[in-house]
């Protein structure tokens, strides 16, 4: 029994593999900021060590419901200082691998909340 109609109004995210995500069909290979209010910009880390604080206060300016950090091909946790500024601007912070946030995004999204997906894309290295 369907009991939400679905909201094709916002952005979803239509596909992922292995260091990419596919937003309203459109590829992307780096780390992403996607929005149920259109939000949609390049989020400066290439890898989760590289995080920082800074990254999570971008967050909190959108003033979101939800945050759904994908933390890679494995769910990673921030560290508590990364997600102060989301933690005083009153704002949730959910954590899993980038596969299963994307999925929840569009969970979410679809339900018409205002939510924001913060999808970490590491890249791919060879295997030697």
């Excluded at 300016?61 to 102060?84: D, H, K, M, Y």
């Excluded at 909340?113 to 913060?118: I, N, S």
């Amino acid at each position: 029994m369907k009991l939400q109609p679905d909201k094709h109004d916002v952005q979803t995210v239509t596909g992922t593999g292995p260091g990419w995500v596919a937003i309203n069909g459109e590829r992307v290979d780096s780390s992403v900021v996607v929005g149920s209010r259109n939000e949609r910009f390049g989020w400066p880390c290439e890898d989760y060590d590289a995080l920082t604080a800074e990254h999570f206060a971008q967050l909190a300016a959108l003033n979101a419901e939800v945050v759904i950090f994908g933390s890679g091909e494995r769910i990673r946790f921030p560290r508590p200082a990364w997600i102060a500024p989301l933690i005083a601007a009153g704002t949730g912070v959910e954590t899993m691998d980038t596969a299963a946030a994307c999925r929840t995004y569009n969970i979410l999204a679809g339900e018409g909340r205002h939510v924001v997906a913060a999808l970490l894309l590491e890249a791919r290295t060879a295997i030697r």
